[in-house]
């Protein structure tokens, strides 16, 4: 599954507020913008919480 902001890498977390598939750098990049953004829970794809 391709990163949905880059759509270039391989998407290693999904975002549970935004249902979005994000890279690592990518989610890093979108999720420090603000404080309310970095409190979403993110998952591995397919898997647990790592957030």
Same mark, same amino acid.
């Given at each position: 599954?391709?990163?949905? !902001?880059?759509?270039?890498?391989?998407?290693? !977390?999904?975002?549970?507020?935004?249902?979005?598939?994000?890279?690592?750098?990518?989610?890093?990049?979108?999720?420090?913008?603000?404080?309310?953004a970095s409190r =979403?829970?993110?998952?591995p794809v397919g898997? =647990?919480?790592?957030?």
């Amino acid at each position: 599954m391709l990163c949905e !902001v880059c759509e270039q890498a391989l998407a290693h !977390v999904t975002c549970t507020a935004d249902a979005a598939a994000l890279y690592l750098a990518c989610d890093r990049d979108i999720h420090s913008t603000n404080p309310f953004a970095s409190r =979403h829970e993110r998952l591995p794809v397919g898997g =647990h919480s790592i957030l």
